[in-house]
């Protein structure tokens, strides 16, 4: 089991930045990868931003110019730090984790964990 919280997100202008944190507990040497999604209201959640445990980043398009992902393994904790921020970036902001468990190749369970959001908005 693994447990997700993350914190950062607020009330931003135009053209600010924040920097968001998700801190991930429990049986966290099975996570393989982690990830941000957002979903603004009347929307699907969407992919932002992902990291693997060997870092390896992926970034969505639009976002890759404006927003990085980083990690620190020794704290289980991923980053995403979002600069010029843009009122449509304005949504609940969800860590994701996707975690392979394996015994030396054989795969023994997959799960994805998600934290509650944190709220970003952005104002014009």
């Known amino acids: 089991q693994v447990q997700l919280v993350e914190s950062g997100g607020g009330l931003v202008q135009a053209g600010g930045s924040l920097r968001l944190s998700c801190a991930a507990s429990?049986?966290?040497?099975?996570?393989?990868?982690m990830a941000w999604y957002r979903q603004a209201p009347g929307t699907k959640r969407e992919l932002v931003a992902s990291i693997t445990s060997g870092g390896v980043t992926y970034y969505a398009d639009s976002k890759r110019d404006r927003f990085t992902v980083s990690r620190d393994n020794a704290k289980n904790t991923v980053y995403l730090q979002m600069n010029n921020l843009k009122p449509e970036d304005t949504a609940v902001y969800y860590c994701?984790?996707?975690?392979?468990?394996?015994?030396?190749?054989?795969?023994?369970?997959?799960?994805?964990?998600w934290g509650q959001g944190t709220q970003v908005t952005v104002s014009s």
């Open positions: 429990g049986d966290t040497i099975c996570i393989s990868a």
């Open positions: 994701n984790a996707k975690t392979v468990c394996t015994l030396r190749t054989q795969t023994i369970a997959e799960s994805d964990y």
